[in-house]
C-alpha cells in the first residue's frame, strides 16, 4: 500500500475496508415512488425488449441481436446485422433480468433467460471468443480495431450478466462461459511478450472484471482488470499504432477515433489525467473500474486520481439535473462551465456511469458528496430517460428544448422533443432497466460497524453487523415530503452506527428515536454528510426522520456562462422545469421574479400525482413589433403570468411542446 | 408585362425604368471612412491575393489556383489542387482587379490581370467551355453533378470578370471568352430536348448574365438567366435525377447535397419559396438575379417573390450585424427567430450577397428599407471581415466568443477568434475586395429626374438627369458625427430631386440649403424613407445634412430567443459589442443598467481612431463558490464596472479574447 495516505485513511478507514456491494435478495424495495419504476422494469422494460432484441417489434427497427447470436451458434444463416457493440444489448437485457429475478423468482423469464445462456454458450467459440459481429462478418479482423470496434465492451457486458445471473440464479454456464472468454482474453492480452499491449476504446471490461474476480476469487482477473487501466494512455498510441497495422481503415470515419485520443480517454495515462474529457459514458465506466481496483489494491494514487475526475466532473461539468457531456459531437464533455442547456447531450448512460462511480466511492468513503451527486442524477436524468408507460426512452437530455429550433438547426438535431422506443443504438434503455432493476444496490453500505443510509428509498433490508443479522425496513414518503421512517429487528441487541445521510437540499433535519419529541438533527451529529446514532440498537428500536423541502432558488456558478442571470428550481432531490403545455409558447420569454413567493402543490391527478410549483412571473409580450427585427425604442413589455414548474423527470408525458430548466430571475 | 401591378407601380415607377448601376469612372470615392479601405484594397489585399494564387504566401496554404489554369491551358504539367470551385478565386480577384483600374489606372496591375485573361482563354476549350477543375481532373464528367460542382457558378464568376474588365479597359478577348462559354452553356442548357434542363447548385450565373446582356445586349443572355431562375425547383428534382445517372456518387459526402433540395433552395419553384432556407450565399445571390430579372422582363410575380424573402430574411433571419446564415453545417439559414450568437455563422459572403440584393431592390424600388440593411451589412459585417491591416480575414462572423468553448465545444469549430490569412476555402477575401473596390456602385441611383443618396461615403459623382450632367461632391463626416454636404455643379440650372435617405437609426435630421439657419426636415419632406428637395439646382448649390446620432439600446424582437432580456448599443451605422482586452474576462457577468447613462468617447489612438461608448455597468462576482456548481443559497454578487463600446467592425484587432455584441439588460 502506498505511504501516502489522505485524510480519510488517517480517520481508520483503509482502502481495504471498503464495503462490499448488497446483494438483492437482501434488499428489498417498496417505495411509493419507485416500486412502480421497478415493476415498469418488470412487466413492461423487460419483455418489450425482449420481443424488440428478436424483431417482434412492429415499430421499431430490427434489433437483429438475438439473429446476431443464432448465427454465429450455427443456428441460423444470415449476415450480421446492427452495430459493432450489438451484442451488449442482449447482455445487458439478460444482466437486468439476473437483478429481477435475484430479487423475485419468476421461472417463465428464467426459462426465457436460460435459452439466451445456452445460445449465448453456442456463440463462444472453441477459443474462448464471443462477439458476434466479429464472429459472423470480419472473423479475420478480431482484435485489429479496439479502437473503435467495441470487442472488449462486449465482453465487459457479457461478464456483468454472467456474474449477475450466476448470483441470481446459480446457473454456471454462463459464468463458465465468462471465465473462458475472460481467461481467453487474459492470453491475448498484455505487456508480455507476444501478447497485444492494446485497451478497449471503451471502457467496460474494467470493472467487469473486478465483479469476476469478486464472483470468482480469482486473482488474474483483478490484474487483468489493472493491466487495461494502466496500460490505457501509454505511449506510443495503441490506437495509432492498429491503425496503421490494419492498413488506416476505419469504422467511424465521422469521429477520428485512432487519433482523437482523448475522445477515449487515451491521450494520458489515468493518473495524469485531471479533467474528465471525451466520450462521458466512457469516462465514469472507467472511474468506476479505477476506484474499484484503488479499493482491491489499495492504490492511493489512483484514488486520488479518482478524486480529481470527480471533482472535475460534479464541480465543473455537470448539469443541475446529474447529467454530463455537453456535446453531441462525441458525445462528449467539452470544457470546464460550458453547460449549454438546448444542444446539451446528457446520455441517460452517462448519468446512469456517474452512479456506478459514485456507488463505488461511497463504499470507499462514506461522504454524502458522492451520495448527493447520485441521488441528483437518479432522480433527474435517468428517471426522466424512461416515460411514465415504461415504453419509450431518452437518449439525451436536454435541459432546454425549442420544436422550432429542432426543425430548423442542426446543432441540435440529437435532441429529441419526445421519448422514443427503441433506438437503433439502444444503449440507454437496458441500462436503465439494469440500474432499476438494482436500485436496491444503491440504497446503504455496511461499513465495520456502521449502516450507512445513502438513498431514502423504502423496503426492507437484511444486513450484517459483526456476523449477526440486522433487519431494517424503511417506510419512505420521502421524495415528495422528505419523511422516513425506520424499525430496526435483530435478534439480539447489537451495537452499531446507524449513519443517515443529510441530503444537500434539506433545510432542517429532526429525528424521533424511539418516539417523543422530534429533535433537531445538530451540527456534531452530522459527519461527512450523514448523521449518526451510535447506540445499542434493540429490536422495535424507531428512528422517524423529516427534511424540511424549502423550494430551492438554485443559482450556477458564476462561471457558467449560459446560466447567467437565471435560476432553477429545486425541491427535495427533484429539479423542477417549464413546460409549454402548463406555461404556454416561448418560454425564454418569462421571467421569476426575485421576490415571487413559490409554493408547492400537489397534483394528485397529474402524471400519476406530482408535487408542482407554482409562482408568480412576467412574460415578455411581443406586441407592437410590426415586422422589425430589432427596435431602438422598444421597451420590455411584461405581463403577470402564473408560473407552474413540474419536476424535470416528468416533462414530455403530456405531449411535444417546450421545456426549460433555467429561467431568467427579475429583479 | 404582368397586368397584376403593385402599389409602387401603381405610383408611376415601371419596373423597366429601373435605374441603370452607375460606372466606377462616375463615382469617385474620397471618405474619412472609407477610402483607407479601399487603398487597403489595392495596395495591400489584391497584391497579397495574387501572391496567395501563385502560392508565394509562405504562411498560407496553397492555392494552386493560377497553377490550376496553366496546367488546363497546356502551360503546365500536374494535377488539379484545391475545391471544385477554385477557378473562382481568380475570377473574383479579376473583378476586383477591374473595378479598381475602373477607378484608376494602373498600368502594371493591368499588365498582371492582361496576363491572367491570356490565360484564362488558352485554358477554354475548343467548344467554349472554362473550367479547370474539369478539364484537368474529371474531363468526362463535365455536367455531371451540377448540383455539388459548381461548374456554372464558376463561369458565373468567369462572367461577372469579363463584364467588369472589358467595362475598365476595354479588353475584348476576356468579354469573346465569357461570351463564347454562355453561348456553349446556352447550347447545353434548356428545356428543348437534348438539352440537359438542370441548374446549378450554387446560384451565380444568373446575375452574371444579366451583366452579360447589359453588356453585349444580346438577349438570349437574359433568356438564359431566366431560364436557370425558373427551372430551379422543378419537379422530378433535377439533382436526384443526375444523382442516379452517374450511379449516386457524390463530392460532399458530409451534406447530401442531391437530396437536401432546401439546401440549393431547389425545393420549390423560386416563386412559391416564402422563406429563405438552405446556404444563405445562395439565396441571396438567387434573390439578386431575381430582382434583375423582375426589372428587365416586368415580371411582376418575380418581384413579389423577391419581397418575400427579402422580408424574411431582413424581419425573422438577420443579426443585428447584418449577418445572414445561423448554422455552420449548410452556412445556412435554420428557423425565424433562431438567432444564435455564439454558434452564428454569417459567411461575409452572405452579408456581400444581402448587400447585392439590396442594391438591386432600390434600382426597381429606392425604399430606405433596402438601403437601411446595405449600411447595416456594409458597415458592421462586411468591414468586420477585414482586419485594419488588409491582411486577415473572417469567413464566419459571430456576435459572441468565448475561447474557452472554442477550444471544447464542437458546435463552435467554425468560429475563429481572430482573422484568418488566406484560407483554403478562399471565397471571402477577394469577395470583400470587388465590393469595397465597387462601393461607389451603392452609393447613389439615378432614377427619372431624381438623385438618390443611399450611402453616405464622400466623392465626386457625375451624374446625368435628362442627358444633363450633374457633379455632385459630398462631403461626409458620417460614420462618427452624421454630418455631410453636398455641392452642385452644372452647366445649366436644371430641375431634379435630391433624395436623401435618412437612416433608420438617426435622432433627429436636418438641413441647410445655401446656407443659413438648420431646418429640421419635416415628415411631409421624407418619403419611402427620402428627405427629398425638389428644385431647380444651379451649380454652387448646397445642401448640409445633420442626423444626430443617439446612442441606442437595441433590443431583438421578443421571439428572438437568444437575445432575450439583452442590450445591444448602435450608435450611426454601427453595431457596437464588449471586448475582453477593455472589459476584462467573462464577458457574460456584464449587465448594463437599465438607467446607466451612455457616453460617446472618441478615440483617436484606439484602431486609427473609434468613437467608444463608456457606460456604468455591473459585474457578476465569482466569490465565494467554494468548488460548488450549484447553490441554493446563493445572492447574485455584483460589483460596479466601467464597461467600454466599441464598434463590432473593429473587434478582434487586438490580441485574442472574448467578445459579445448582447448585454444583460439589468434593472
Redesign the interface.
Known amino acids: 500500500m502506498n505511504n501516502q495516505m489522505n485524510e480519510q485513511l488517517q480517520e481508520g478507514i483503509m482502502l481495504t475496508d471498503r464495503s462490499k456491494p448488497l446483494t438483492l435478495d437482501k434488499v428489498r424495495i417498496s417505495d411509493p415512488f419507485w416500486s412502480d419504476y421497478i415493476r415498469l422494469v418488470r412487466e413492461v422494460v423487460v419483455p418489450y425488449q425482449w420481443e424488440a432484441l428478436n424483431d417482434r417489434v412492429p415499430e421499431a427497427e430490427p434489433s437483429h441481436a438475438i439473429q446476431n447470436f443464432k448465427i454465429a451458434a450455427g443456428e441460423a444463416e444470415g449476415a450480421f446485422h446492427g452495430m459493432v457493440f450489438q451484442d451488449s444489448d442482449v447482455t445487458k437485457w439478460l444482466e437486468a433480468v439476473s437483478y429481477l429475478l435475484e430479487t423475485e423468482p419468476d421461472p417463465a423469464l428464467q426459462q426465457v433467460a436460460d435459452s439466451v445462456v445456452e445460445l449465448i454458450a453456442k456463440a463462444q467459440q472453441p477459443d474462448g471468443y464471443v462477439n458476434t459481429y466479429f464472429t459472423v462478418k470480419e472473423p479475420e479482423n478480431r482484435w485489429t480495431n479496439l479502437a473503435e470496434c467495441h470487442e472488449l465492451y462486449c465482453a465487459g457486458h457479457l461478464i456483468e450478466a454472467a456474474v449477475a445471473y450466476n448470483k441470481a440464479t446459480g446457473n454456471e454456464t454462463i459464468l463458465q462461459v465468462a471465465c473462458r472468454f475472460a481467461d481467453y482474453i487474459d492470453r491475448v492480452f498484455g505487456r508480455e511478450p507476444g501478447k497485444l499491449n492494446g485497451y478497449d476504446g471503451h471502457q467496460e471490461i474494467e470493472l467487469a472484471l473486478v465483479k469476476l474476480y469478486h464472483a470468482t476469487g480469482k486473482d488474474h482477473y483483478l490484474a487483468l482488470s489493472r493491466y487495461f487501466i494502466e496500460q490505457r494512455g501509454a505511449k506510443p498510441s495503441f490506437y495509432e499504432q492498429e491503425w496503421e497495422k490494419r492498413g488506416r481503415t476505419v469504422h467511424f470515419p465521422?469521429l477520428d477515433i485512432a487519433h482523437d485520443l482523448p475522445y477515449s480517454q487515451a491521450h494520458l495515462p489515468v493518473q495524469e489525467q485531471e479533467q474528465a474529457v471525451g466520450h462521458a459514458v466512457r469516462v465514469v465506466y472507467m472511474c468506476t473500474a479505477m476506484a474499484d481496483l484503488a479499493a482491491e489494491t489499495g492504490d492511493e494514487a489512483l484514488l486520488q486520481a479518482c478524486k480529481k475526475l470527480w471533482?472535475n466532473i460534479?464541480?465543473?461539468r455537470?448539469y443541475?439535473t446529474g447529467g454530463i457531456g455537453?456535446?453531441?459531437?462525441?458525445e462528449a464533455?467539452?470544457?470546464?462551465?460550458?453547460l449549454?442547456n438546448d444542444?446539451a447531450y446528457a446520455e441517460t448512460c452517462a448519468s446512469i456511469g456517474l452512479i456506478f462511480f459514485a456507488h463505488r466511492m461511497l463504499q470507499i468513503e462514506p461522504d454524502s458528496r458522492y451520495a448527493d451527486v447520485m441521488e441528483r442524477a437518479l432522480y433527474n436524468t435517468v428517471v426522466s430517460g424512461m416515460a411514465r408507460d415504461g415504453k419509450t426512452f431518452f437518449y439525451v437530455n436536454p435541459l432546454e428544448v425549442?420544436p422550432?429550433?429542432l426543425?430548423?438547426?442542426?446543432?441540435t438535431h440529437h435532441v429529441c422533443g419526445q421519448r422514443q422506443g427503441w433506438f437503433g443504438c439502444a444503449c440507454c434503455p437496458p441500462n436503465i432497466a439494469r440500474l432499476l432493476a438494482s436500485l436496491g444496490q444503491y440504497v446503504y453500505t455496511v461499513q465495520k460497524s456502521a449502516i450507512y443510509v445513502h438513498l431514502y428509498v423504502g423496503g426492507a433490508a437484511t444486513l450484517e453487523i459483526a456476523d449477526t443479522e440486522v433487519q431494517l425496513e424503511q417506510k419512505s414518503a420521502y421524495t415528495w415530503d422528505g419523511e422516513v421512517s425506520f424499525t430496526i429487528s435483530t435478534a439480539r441487541p447489537i451495537a452499531f452506527a446507524l449513519k443517515l445521510r443529510v441530503p444537500d437540499?434539506c433545510g432542517e433535519a429532526s429525528w424521533v428515536v424511539n418516539g417523543g419529541e422530534p429533535q433537531q438533527i445538530k451540527g456534531n451529529e452530522i459527519a461527512n454528510g450523514y448523521a449518526q446514532i451510535n447506540r445499542v440498537w434493540q429490536s422495535g428500536d424507531t428512528v422517524e426522520l423529516v427534511f424540511t423541502m424549502p423550494i430551492?432558488?438554485?443559482?450556477?456558478?458564476?462561471?457558467?456562462?449560459e446560466n447567467?442571470?437565471k435560476v432553477?428550481l429545486?425541491r427535495g432531490p427533484f429539479v423542477y422545469c417549464l413546460e409549454e403545455t402548463d406555461n404556454g409558447e416561448?418560454l425564454?420569454?418569462l421571467?421569476l421574479p426575485a421576490e415571487s413567493e413559490l409554493s408547492a402543490v400537489f397534483d394528485p391527478v397529474l402524471l400519476g400525482g406530482l408535487q408542482t410549483i407554482t409562482a408568480n412571473g412576467q412574460r415578455?409580450?411581443?406586441d407592437g413589433?410590426q415586422?422589425?427585427?430589432?427596435?431602438?425604442n422598444?421597451d420590455?413589455q411584461t405581463e403577470a403570468a402564473e408560473l407552474r414548474f413540474i419536476p424535470y423527470f416528468a416533462w414530455a408525458n403530456r405531449g411535444a411542446g417546450e421545456m426549460t430548466v433555467w429561467v431568467?430571475?427579475?429583479?
Open positions: 465521422q471533482d460534479v464541480a465543473k455537470m443541475i455537453s456535446m453531441a459531437e462525441g464533455f467539452t470544457a470546464d462551465y460550458d449549454p444542444t425549442n422550432s429550433q426543425a430548423g438547426n442542426k446543432n437540499w430551492h432558488r438554485m443559482k450556477s456558478h458564476p462561471l457558467v456562462r447567467a442571470g432553477a429545486q416561448q425564454y420569454q421571467a415578455q409580450v411581443s413589433w415586422g422589425q427585427l430589432y427596435r431602438h422598444a420590455w431568467r430571475e427579475s429583479t
